[in-house]
DNA sequence: AACTGTGAAGTTTTTCACAGCC
DNA sequence: GGCTGTGAAAAACTTCACAGTT
């Protein structure tokens, strides 16, 4: 995960900074202007003394005696986050789980706008899913570096899942969203991370009752 | 997520297992019958000195000088995850995201099966999605409490995960995997598991170039 | 009085390196 | 020769606790 060796500030610090960000836009959902790593420590889960050494990294963006501004400190993060612009993202495999990605309004606001919908089955190119026409593959490469898209979602059955993402990278992809339950080898400097359900139940089953 | 606090096996090595099943089944898919922590370590991205050791915490399932029979150290795992069994799910939300859930066919041969399809929405109630009629949410607590179900999938809007959440609770659900991008908050003795795409994205932007 | 930012201490996790076995 | 299992060492990560600021 961690593309760089030197890497000043550790990766699994960057990987709680999107959940600070998603609670802190709740907060202010519920008209709170102001908070404390106390109370967002609270919603997290997480103590507060690491709240404040996570923040710390990237400067004061708390007041003592007071917390943190929450307009305020939404915009550092985004800011160290890049998402301070729009990211396009592909996505390959136009299937049940392709569609409903497409489908999901979720993204924009967040950072992300999902720009094109792949699929390799000619029954589904050309067909219409969402706002989005369905392109072949052969397309993939040409679309992607001219338009300097550097994330993909993967949403291709597993045995595909490889093929597709040394297609992504040949097509300058820099990060890939795998969905599909199998282990992508890919170059140093693409970054891959994977959604899988199942190994989120596996690992929950452990610690539940016989029954 | 640990949830006991005298816990002889850290919780960070029970997050490894279905990982090292993954790759393990997909091994056997190829016809590989044997194989070595170094050959797993490598197609996950993880030292060969963590698998051994993580392994060793559950016994000696290796042999030296051959490396795993991967027949054997599956089912070892499978035990140690209690996957020696079908675990029930039930879904809530019929919505683009419960559909996709509903007619994936991934779950079975790892240890689940989708049993039931809830939905808050009048519409969807009684209406056909793959193999389920959807069913509502007044038959929410009956139906699981009567079948000792113990897993849940929250596909709802994030406006409604509490309150699903908490009905859930009631209706005495163990682990909730949750898809909607808010924290919830549950019970000592309830885990939960997060799925939230942008989260994973926005971890990965702070290493994309700026472009 | 409340809260941040941070060195220092404590804990957890990972890696090393090698004895022992096949 | 190749590989596991494992104490010991190293590294990474989290928590403590408090000086300093509002």
Redesign the pocket.
Known sequence: M?PKIENRI????IG?LPLYLRALTRLKQEGIEV??????GQRLG????????????F??????????QIDFLVDKLQNVLKLDRHWKIAVIGAGNLGSAISHYRGFSDRGFEISWLFDADPDKVGTQVDRFVVRPLSELKDTLTKNHCQIAMVAVPAQHAQTVANMLVEAGIKAILNYAPINLTVPEGVMVQYIDPVVHMQHMTYYLEDK
Not at 35 to 40: I, K, R, V, Y
């Open positions: 961690p550790p990766d699994i610090v709680r908070t404390s790593s106390h109370e967002l997480i103590s507060s003394a690491q709240i404040r050494k996570d923040l710390s990294h400067g004061g963006f708390g007041k003592q005696g007071t917390g943190y």
